[in-house]
């Protein structure tokens, strides 16, 4: 009886402590953040994009016959991507992938291996060129992106494999280490890291990033010369530009804790950080830091996002001590963090209006031609293209051929 009363009080006492829980644990921090319409509009899109590169590059990568008037483009089965669905994460296999976005793939029989393949349609193959000559024209700003990137970290040196994963984001060539590290030793240099096949880049010239400014001294000189400005310039010395989700309760002790935090001193992703001290004004001033720091990342890439993944490589070597992710998600009047296609990206808010980038590039202006192809879909196809691009002719074979 005893046994049974102390089962009874016990399972009680789970229940009571499970409810009365206050700790809030990361996937809960993620679920209860504030949603904002655009961005999610925008992810949207974005994460079919993501699939829609991921082809492109592959298709791209084809090993194509040297270069002649009657050459055709790069292409390859449908059989072969399709054995990449899950890859590439094509929930409903290749056919019907490629079928989605005739803008961008056409598909065709090739009667020399007697199976259906796939190519990128003119307009695809007019934006992929359009893109590369954007990244190769500014070449010089690529190379400033990189002496920044090492210049934030705490030995000036990078792993080449963290950098590999976010060459896109930086608007790098896809060779950049013939076109950017192998042409500029004066800059960069390669060496062998402790793990095995693992290179470190380094900057060469240390004093090359000595006076670099970080993006956001441009908004607080902007904000200081305004017209009409009332706010002082010392209060603004260390404030980052701010906006919040549509419908954000903004409460007075969280108003209050926020001009706090604006006033606080720290060092910049550009200064030697120094000792780390360990009073609470100093462990918040390295929390400012990291968060000036990812903010500096962000305002490097070309489309202003980066996924949280890929960022969290750069952790270590920037001297961060804390969780990414849970830092965008403490400060939601910078950074927007998005859940969707099963990945975490996030946004610097300062740099998007409506959805779209306030200051664009060539680059971004190249990839958003993509991106509104994808939004496409299949509207605006004839008839006519419709039946020569159905799941009939790809499952039962094409009677198309690819003109010689």
């Known amino acids: 009886m005893a046994t049974q009363i102390l089962k009874k009080l016990t399972s009680k006492l789970r229940i009571t402590t499970t409810r009365h829980r206050t700790k809030t644990t990361s996937s809960q921090y993620v679920a209860t953040r504030a949603r904002d319409p655009t961005f999610e509009k925008h992810m949207d899109a974005h994460k079919n994009l993501l699939k829609v590169v991921a082809v492109q590059d592959l298709l791209l ?6 270069p002649t008037p009657t050459t055709h483009p790069p292409s390859l089965s449908v059989d072969f991507l399709d054995r990449l669905s899950q890859k590439f994460h094509l929930n409903r296999g290749a056919a019907a992938f490629l079928r989605h976005y005739p803008h961008i793939f056409h598909v065709f029989y090739n009667p020399t291996k007697s199976q259906p393949y796939f190519k990128l349609t003119e307009s695809a193959t007019k934006i992929a060129q359009q893109e590369a000559a954007a990244v190769y024209d500014s070449l010089p700003l690529v190379i400033d992106r990189l002496v920044r990137l090492l210049s934030m970290s705490l030995t000036k040196e990078l792993p080449l494999r963290a950098i590999f994963k976010v060459w896109r984001e930086l608007g790098l060539p896809d060779d950049f280490e013939d076109s950017v590290i192998s042409r500029n030793p004066n800059l960069f240099g390669l060496c062998d890291a402790e793990e095995p096949n693992t290179h470190i880049l380094k900057l060469v010239d240390e004093n090359s990033g000595s006076n670099l400014v970080a993006a956001v001294e441009n908004w607080r000189v902007i904000e200081c010369c ?10 603004i010395r260390y404030s980052f530009n701010h906006g919040y989700p549509p419908g954000m309760r903004l409460g007075k002790n969280f108003k209050a804790k926020v001009k706090e935090w604006q006033g606080l001193a720290y060092v910049g992703p550009y200064e030697e950080m120094g000792e780390k001290r360990r009073t609470k004004r100093g462990v918040k001033a390295l929390q400012k830091r990291a968060v000036g720091v990812v903010h500096e990342f962000l305002s490097l890439t070309v489309e202003k996002t980066v996924e949280v993944e890929k960022i969290s490589h750069f952790r270590k070597w920037f001297g961060i001590d804390l969780n990414i992710r849970d830092l965008f998600l403490d400060h939601p009047g910078m950074f927007y963090l998005s859940t969707k296609g099963k990945r975490h990206t996030v946004f610097l808010r ?3 209006e409506k959805g779209r980038l306030i200051d664009p590039n060539p680059v971004y202006e190249a990839r958003r031609k993509l991106l509104d192809l994808v939004v496409l879909g299949r509207r605006g196809v004839s008839l006519d293209f419709k039946s020569r691009n159905t799941g009939r002719n790809i499952d ?6 690819e003109n010689d």
């Open 61 to 66: 990568a084809a090993p194509t016959p040297t």
């Open 226 to 235: 305004r017209e009409g400005c009332s706010v002082d310039r010392t209060e």
């Open 350 to 352: 300062e740099a998007y």
């Open 396 to 401: 039962h074979g094409f009677q198309e051929q």
